[in-house]
């Protein structure tokens, strides 16, 4: 096994924003299970949660404009990949300043 970090086209979630994007990234991930996850973002419970104040805050900073309207997509786009890191992956290492961060996600061994 190599001893440098594989990305794939997608560092952690970084651009996966499109569907293609996302399957393309599940697709990878799927693949090749024998290969570790390191990041923060990946093996973060937070990674798909929204949170609509935040990211009207965030939107209304970026555009110097208020966003004030509804938000109509609350669910994030990259569900897809934390449903199945949640469900085929356990923690090795969880996130630490010492390891800046980030974590590191084995699959899961198989039940017997």
Do not use: W
């Not at 990878?28 to 609509?52: F, M, Y």
């Not at 004030?68 to 300043?97: K, M, N």
């Not at 800046?100 to 198989?110: D, I």
């Amino acid at each position: 096994m190599s001893d440098q970090a594989d990305y794939g086209r997608y560092e952690e979630n970084e651009n996966a924003i499109t569907v293609e994007a996302v399957q393309e990234k599940l697709a990878e991930i799927k693949d090749h299970p024998e290969k570790a996850l390191l990041g923060q973002e990946q093996l973060s419970e937070d990674t798909c949660r929204i949170d609509v104040a935040v990211e009207r805050q965030e939107l209304s900073i970026l555009f110097a404009f208020p966003q004030l309207g509804r938000a109509l997509h609350t669910q994030s786009g990259r569900q897809p990949i934390c449903d199945y890191i949640s469900a085929q992956y356990e923690s090795e290492q969880l996130p630490t300043p010492e390891n800046f961060e980030h974590g590191l996600g084995v699959a899961k061994s198989p039940k017997k």
